[in-house]
């Protein structure tokens, strides 16, 4: 069964502060795809980072970087030097190959961050 | 930037009633899916669709919701009727080609209530 967990259900940082959220996945496919997708309170979902399960290697985007690690099916998140604007709840999520007509995605609880001023 | 709309933003229903989320995907892309996501809770599958067909759907979604492509650019959801726990923020999503070689664009969201 596949499963996504994230195991920080709310972090509270100070602005300037680094912080990193964890992602824990579970899947028996060989190939899959992790996401990370940020939701500000404004409700909508947008989309940060798809990473394949072939591609190791780690992402940096601007003041956000990913770790991925197949070893310890982990897919972390981290933001460097955090913004207020950065407040939002993350969602990791898993996606099963695309074979046949699988194409939905296994989300995480997410995890609701608060950076504050 | 193309963008996945999705309306009403905010609709309220009384319970038994039916509702028709509607949503208008990027007009390139080919596959088109619904989620929700009760208040505070994960985000969740209900359906995804291509080709003018549902290929694959969750246990959400069972016979009381439906979904159509009926003019070639309107994607909906139909509930036909609602329940206490259908309250939940709907998403539409489209993707060019599947999210292999495509990444999942959402729209802003459908909360809906169901009193």
């Known amino acids: 069964a596949q499963k996504v967990t994230q195991a920080q259900t709310e972090i509270s940082v100070v602005e300037k502060e680094d912080v990193t959220l964890d992602c824990v996945y579970e899947?028996?496919?060989?190939?899959?795809?992790l996401f990370w997708y940020k939701q500000p309170p404004s409700g909508e979902l947008v989309f940060l980072i798809r990473?394949?399960?072939?591609d190791e290697q780690n992402e940096i985007s601007g003041r956000y970087s990913w770790n991925f690690q197949k070893s310890t099916s982990s897919f972390n998140f981290t933001i460097t030097a955090s913004q207020v604007v950065d407040s939002a709840v993350y969602f990791c999520?898993?996606?099963?190959?695309?074979?046949?007509?699988?194409?939905?995605?296994?989300w995480g609880l997410g995890t609701s961050l608060a950076v504050n001023p | 930037e193309p963008e996945v709309t999705q309306t009403p933003s905010h609709q309220v229903t009384q319970m038994g009633q039916e509702v028709i989320l509607r949503c208008v995907p990027i007009?390139?892309?080919?596959?088109f899916y619904w989620y929700r996501q009760i208040l505070g809770q994960k985000v969740e599958f209900l359906v995804s669709?291509?080709?003018?067909?549902?290929?694959?759907k969750s246990e959400i979604f069972d016979d009381q919701f439906s979904v159509e492509r009926p003019d070639g650019s309107n994607f909906t959801l139909k509930i036909r009727s609602t329940k206490l726990e259908d309250s939940a923020m709907y998403f539409c999503?489209?993707?060019?080609?599947?999210?292999?070689?495509?990444?999942?664009?959402f729209g802003e969201g459908s909360r809906l209530t169901v009193l």
């Open positions: 990473r394949n399960s072939f």
């Open positions: 899947t028996r496919d060989t190939t899959y795809y």
């Open positions: 669709f291509y080709n003018n067909e549902i290929s694959e």
């Open positions: 999520a898993l996606g099963g190959p695309n074979a046949g007509n699988n194409r939905k995605l296994i």
């Open positions: 007009s390139n892309h080919l596959y």
């Open positions: 999503a489209s993707s060019e080609a599947g999210f292999v070689t495509g990444e999942l664009f």
